[in-house]
């Protein structure tokens, strides 16, 4: 992969564009469907050391974090692990209380991020296995991390992720795919989630495909005053991400919200000129999402929906095609990436170097 911009205007719009091809190299050579399971030679976490945690804690700052959330939805629910992710930044200046049962993961797409390099140091000098998710090769995470996956993406240049936040959500469904079936995730599961990781990049290519219709539907977004995105458990950290990918490279400001907590609070800013963006995948909790629809339309709230099929109390709906419910977030992420530089493009902002922005953080 070069530097190139291959025909594209922007970095951000050439990486958004490889995705299907990124995701396919982060799968590849890495199945092993005799086993129903992923090989992951990196990892350096034989069976007995995998089935002896007893928690997972994850660490990254921005996407590398928001990823890091899906990770442990996708821990929790395919290795029945306690997993939970936390800001670098914030972890490591807290003292946290470092326990020997705990699994700690750090992701980064650069490998350098200096909060996150700081709490995999402090955590290696208490005893802690850390383990890295990272896409440069050879970087510092990945030199200090016990072991681990990289992520594949390529070269990544704009500013803002795309790509990479794409991959190490798919690396953490291999991750947890073989968490699982090291532990008591059955065949069949393991064999569910194989199917589902290997239909991604086709599937990435259909959303793609809908870009001249998300051009559109960003227009409006263009003349908001504020955001709101919303989503539940699996939905919700594709609505934190979605939101920062528009304060990225718009400006415009958005809220992320579980859209459990809307009537906590945030429903007071619910009006014509703050539109919803409501990330309800068909999963158990599309019934409860279609109420929180209900709340803002009382409001006179503009709702967009991501949903697998139109949602009727949506002015806008964006379908994305179904796959297997944990991998849900991986495809819902992302047509609001298309809709966070079509929003940019219409301000005519620089969209590769957001101002303010660096790529990689790494000083304090
Ligand atoms: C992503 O759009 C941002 N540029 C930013 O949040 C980034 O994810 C964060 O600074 C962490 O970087 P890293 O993945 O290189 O550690």
Do not use: W
């Not at 290795?79 to 992701?107: G, K, Q």
């Not at 050879?138 to 070269?155: F, K, L």
């Not at 009382?298 to 806008?316: M, P, T, W, Y």
């Amino acid at each position: 992969e070069s530097y190139d911009m291959g025909g594209h205007d922007t970095y951000m719009h050439k990486e958004i564009a490889e995705q299907p091809d990124a995701v396919d190299r982060v799968l590849r050579g890495r199945i092993d469907d005799r086993f129903a399971t992923v090989r992951l030679g990196g990892l350096n976490l034989d069976a007995r050391a995998a089935r002896g945690v007893r928690r997972v804690k994850i660490l990254g700052c921005g996407s590398a974090y928001h990823a890091g959330l899906i990770g442990a939805q996708m821990i929790e629910e395919l290795a029945r692990i306690p997993a939970d992710a936390e800001p670098a930044s914030e972890f490591r200046y807290r003292n946290a209380v470092v326990d020997p049962d705990t699994l700690y993961i750090a992701v980064s797409q650069s490998g350098e991020t200096y909060d996150t390099l700081a709490a995999v140091q402090e955590l290696k000098r208490k005893g802690a296995m850390v383990l890295g998710v990272v896409n440069v090769v050879g970087s510092a995470i990945a030199r200090e991390t016990d072991g681990g996956i990289y992520v594949h993406a390529g070269p990544e240049v704009c500013v803002v992720s795309t790509k990479c936040f794409t991959n190490t959500a798919v690396a953490f469904a291999l991750l947890a795919l073989h968490l699982g079936r090291i532990r008591d995730l059955s065949v069949a599961d393991g064999r569910r989630i194989i199917e589902g990781l290997r239909k991604l990049p086709e599937q990435i290519g259909e959303v793609l495909k809908e870009e001249q219709r998300i051009a559109e539907l960003a227009t409006a977004v263009a003349a908001s005053k504020s955001m709101m995105f919303v989503g539940r458990v699996r939905g919700f950290p594709v609505a934190k991400e979605a939101a920062l990918k528009l304060k990225e490279v718009s400006y415009i400001h958005a809220e992320a919200y579980p859209a459990s907590e809307l009537k906590h609070g945030p429903l007071a800013l619910v009006e014509p000129a703050v539109p919803t963006v409501a990330i309800m995948p068909d999963d158990e909790l599309l019934e409860k999402n279609r109420a929180t629809l209900e709340e803002i339309k009382a409001r006179s709230g503009r709702i967009l929906a991501v949903a697998h099929e139109e949602q009727q109390k949506a002015d806008d709906t964006i379908v994305v095609p179904r796959n297997e419910p944990e991998l849900d977030p991986v495809l819902m992420g992302i047509p609001l990436q298309l809709l966070a530089y079509h929003t940019a493009l219409a301000l005519g902002r620089d969209i590769d170097k957001p101002r303010n922005l660096a790529k990689s953080v790494t000083v304090e």
